[in-house]
């Protein structure tokens, strides 16, 4: 590693551990994302905290794929999708107010357990009450098309700032609790759990594709896939994207935005404390 670089991964990994101390205050949580952070470390040793951010293109594991990717970077297929995205998200509602009235936390602190609602938040919530109460219809398909664009405008705007969300009240705790029993718990008639391919097998291969660690997971949403381009829907929240893996082990997937879907959604942010967003990301 050069230096330049060398000095970025430290301090990276500075900031992710000072992010930790103040977000998450429950002493047994902060041990647990230590132990897990610490479990990739081990295993991939030559990948940083932050370059979990690419999912599956940050392991050697997928190293020969990784030179394609790149190349495909550097012109990204969302990015006319992108210019879209921006505008839909600026677009005055009936009201007469823009969507950023609605966002006082950043995106970096969600999902958010809410004391007043007594449940977990995703910004998918937020934003179509945001819409509600300006006198637009709220979105419906909360899998594809709209809401990915508008989740993926809201949070590009903290790119490269590390993910950070409390989990400091008894409500936060329990839901981070319930995502990890699902995240852990296995299903379907292959009898799969979410840590079996995402933590036990990462980096190894499945049926051509190679399985990318859960540290980082949804850092990178929503995103643009090749394989979802090909079904003429190309974009993705991380509810579809959790039904999905349901599937794939002949489980049956939940509704988005369900209880579960958010409580797990809540527990990878958790797990990715310190790891920067970086959206929107293409996947194959
Ligand atoms: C049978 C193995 C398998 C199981 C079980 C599984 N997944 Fe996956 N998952 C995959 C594959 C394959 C991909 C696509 C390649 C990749 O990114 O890992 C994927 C991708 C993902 C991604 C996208 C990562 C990115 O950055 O693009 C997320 C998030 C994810 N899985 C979460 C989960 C969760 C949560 C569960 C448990 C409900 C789960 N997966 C269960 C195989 C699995």
Request: charged residues 25%; hydrophobic residues 35%; aromatic residues 12%.
């Amino acid at each position: 590693m050069q230096k330049p670089v060398l000095m970025l991964f430290a301090l990276t990994l500075l900031c992710g551990s000072s992010a930790m101390v103040w977000a998450v205050q429950d002493p047994k949580v902060k041990k647990e994302i230590a132990e897990y952070q610490a479990y990739f470390k081990k295993r991939f040793p030559t990948v940083g905290l932050s370059d979990y951010s690419d999912g599956v293109n940050a392991l050697p594991q997928y190293a020969e794929r990784r030179a394609n990717w790149e190349l495909l970077m550097e012109f990204p297929p969302y990015e006319a999708d992108m210019d879209k995205a921006r505008a839909l998200w600026n677009k005055p509602m009936k009201s007469g107010k823009a969507l950023a009235s609605c966002f006082s936390r950043p995106a970096t602190k969600y999902p958010y357990y809410s004391n007043e609602a007594k449940e977990i938040r995703t910004i998918e919530m937020d934003l179509n009450d945001c819409l509600k109460k300006n006198g637009e219809e709220p979105i419906k398909n909360l899998k594809h098309g709209k809401v990915a664009l508008l989740v993926a405008a809201f949070r590009e705007q903290y790119n490269g700032q590390t993910w950070n969300v409390d989990v400091d009240s008894p409500g936060a705790v329990a839901a981070y609790e319930a995502g990890k029993k699902f995240y852990w718990t296995k299903r379907g008639q292959l009898n799969f759990s979410c840590a079996n391919c995402h933590v036990h097998s990462a980096g190894n291969k499945l049926r051509g594709d190679v399985l990318s660690a859960g540290l980082g997971h949804t850092t990178g949403f929503p995103v643009y896939r090749t394989k979802w381009a090909l079904k003429g829907k190309p974009w993705g929240t991380v509810h579809r994207r959790y039904g999905g893996c349901n599937k794939q082990v002949r489980a049956k997937p939940f509704k988005p935005q369900s209880e579960q879907y958010r409580a797990l959604e809540f527990y990878e942010a958790a797990l990715s404390t310190g790891v920067p967003l970086k959206v929107p990301s293409q996947r194959q």
